[in-house]
């Protein structure tokens, strides 16, 4: 019991103190920034080929920011087997709809792509259609064969989602 109570010197309980405090502080730092390193979750939803050129494909996905920190996407590509195609930056038309009585329109919605950059909330999601244009003609059995993926380039890093592109939208 004399040999634990001449440990227990003031200047022993200070740098017991000391040392514990520096370990908790590398703790909250290490467990921060594994909390707020990029972390989505992209989630395909169905895409449509251009009927006129069967080269553009638009996608519906939504992308979800699963830490509490904000996230700024600045580009996205869809990997096809090797090929790699940058999603427009610019709006493209995708889908109108609506509403009139005897000829008269009184509602109309027009539906765009996303536009990048992108910039979501912690624990925010976005979602929409995403438009991209091949090199050359493509089929739905060509992509359902394919390997793809989803790239995207943001201010926390750059991550690769595959997805499986297996639910066709049809034009109406």
């Known amino acids: 019991m004399d040999k634990f109570s001449s440990l227990l010197t003031?200047?022993?309980?200070?740098?017991?103190?000391?040392?514990l405090g520096f370990i908790l502080s590398l703790y909250n730092f290490f467990s921060e920034l594994l909390q707020n390193r990029m972390n989505l979750r992209v989630t395909y939803k169905n895409h449509h080929i251009s009927v006129h050129d069967n080269e553009g494909i638009t996608i519906s996905l939504s992308i979800e920011n699963r830490v509490k920190i904000p996230l700024s996407i600045s580009r996205a590509f869809l990997n096809i087997n090797e090929e790699s195609l940058e999603f427009y930056w610019i709006p493209q038309f995708v889908f109108r709809a609506?509403?009139?009585?005897?000829?008269?329109?009184?509602?109309?919605?027009?539906?765009?792509?996303?536009?990048?950059?992108?910039?979501?909330?912690?624990?925010?999601?976005?979602?929409?259609?995403?438009?991209?244009?091949?090199?050359?003609?493509?089929?739905?059995?060509?992509l359902l064969a394919s390997k793809t993926s989803i790239t995207i380039y943001s201010n926390k890093g750059v991550k690769t989602y595959p997805i499986t592109m297996n639910n066709t939208s049809l034009e109406l």
């Open 98 to 142: 609506t509403q009139s009585t005897k000829g008269t329109i009184y509602d109309e919605i027009n539906i765009h792509t996303t536009t990048l950059p992108a910039h979501i909330e912690g624990y925010g999601v976005i979602g929409g259609f995403f438009y991209v244009k091949s090199t050359k003609a493509i089929t739905n059995e060509e």
């Open 10 to 19: 003031k200047e022993n309980v200070t740098f017991l103190v000391a040392v």
